[in-house]
T-cell receptor
């Protein structure tokens, strides 16, 4: 079956440019998460969507980062005026949360987008 | 600052040997998950433990959650090259599905 897909798989951009990263979650999954993984670091939570509820943006590192989820499915993470410290792998995950997501839910991860800011 | 500290950071062993990876925190978690991540892929869930003192076995992998729910360990018996990967632990609280990840342990098993 189809898993979580992300595009592009690799993105090289110049400092100061805007980038958009896309995530297609597993069909029917109501919860969607964005994480960032820097070299030698674990996954850093960025933002979370659950159904039609307001997203939890508490992990976004600055106002240059934003994300939206259209129609409860596809999500786009946008980074404006990219900086070299934004270079990382950006991972998206989804889970089937029938009501309120729990930490014991299984999160299914996509392969990630490797972002390099020159 | 990592709430979850994993050790060692890197482990290289020969096929057939045993290994243990540790995940420690000063915080109490309601659940603890272990993931394995291979190059170019996202993490894949191996196990979830929720009860202090719980031990779960998955073939050659044994997972333990500390009595105080602050630490966990992953033990692999008779490691195989297919066990090579980055092992990540992630702690969950009582809130929604938010997880705190450790930095990971890179395991390399050579034939």
């Amino acid at each position: 079956g189809a898993g979580v897909s992300q595009s592009p798989s690799n993105k090289v951009t110049e400092k100061g440019k805007d980038v958009e990263l896309r995530c297609d979650p597993i069909s029917g999954h109501t919860a969607l998460y964005w994480y960032r993984q820097s070299l030698g670091q674990g996954l850093e939570f960025l933002i979370y969507f659950q159904g039609n509820s307001a997203p939890d943006k508490s992990g976004l590192p600055s106002d240059r980062f934003s994300a939206e989820r259209t129609g409860g499915s596809v999500s786009t993470l946008t980074i404006q005026r990219t900086q070299q410290e934004d270079s990382a792998v950006y991972l998206c995950a989804s889970s089937l949360a029938l009501r309120r997501p729990r930490s014991t839910d299984t999160q299914y991860f996509g392969p990630g987008t490797r972002l390099t800011v020159l | 600052t990592q709430l979850l500290e994993q050790s060692p950071q890197f482990l290289s062993i020969q096929e057939g040997e045993n290994l243990t990876v540790y995940c420690n925190s000063s915080s109490v978690f309601s659940s603890l998950q272990w993931y394995r991540q291979e190059p170019g892929e996202g993490p894949v869930l191996l196990v979830t433990v929720v009860t202090g003192g719980e031990v779960k076995k998955l073939k050659r992998l044994t997972f333990q959650f500390g009595d105080a729910r602050k630490d966990s360990s992953l033990h692999i018996t008779a490691a195989q090259p297919g066990d090579t990967g980055l092992y990540l632990c992630a702690g969950g609280g009582d809130s929604w599905g938010k997880l705190q990840f450790g930095a990971g342990t890179q395991v390399v098993v050579t034939p």
